[in-house]
């Protein structure tokens, strides 16, 4: 069974860190693309961060150069770093998986940031 488990997220201050990390139960993990979406109330779910198979990495604008995405192979887990962190942050941020060839996707459960000002 496909588990995507994210963890880290949680209540701090502007201009606060945080890092969040995605635990994958998934054959071939190091094929797949991996991405952070966030989705704040009342608003579409939007993509943050990608990192494909080797390691080439996209932001969206309002997250460039505050945050850094990164994985771990060989512990099938993906990391975001989140700095400088603004109310505008706040949402549940969810962890993708694709893997075009054979179309498939997977999301977590996703796990809830909060940046009061």
């Known amino acids: 069974q496909v588990q995507l488990v994210e963890s880290g997220g949680g209540l701090v201050q502007a201009g606060g860190s945080l890092r969040l990390s995605c635990a994958a139960s998934l054959s071939f993990f190091s094929g797949y693309v991996m991405a952070w979406y966030r989705q704040a109330p009342g608003e579409q779910r939007e993509l943050v961060a990608s990192i494909t198979n080797s390691g080439s990495t996209k932001y969206a604008d309002s997250v460039k150069g505050r945050f850094t995405i990164s994985r771990d192979n060989a512990k099938s887990t993906m990391y975001l770093q989140m700095n400088s962190l603004k109310p505008e942050d706040t949402a549940v941020y969810y962890c993708?998986?694709?893997?075009?060839?054979?179309?498939?996707?997977?999301w977590g459960q996703g796990t809830q940031v909060t940046v009061s000002s």
């Open positions: 993708n998986a694709l893997l075009p060839a054979f179309r498939l996707e997977y």
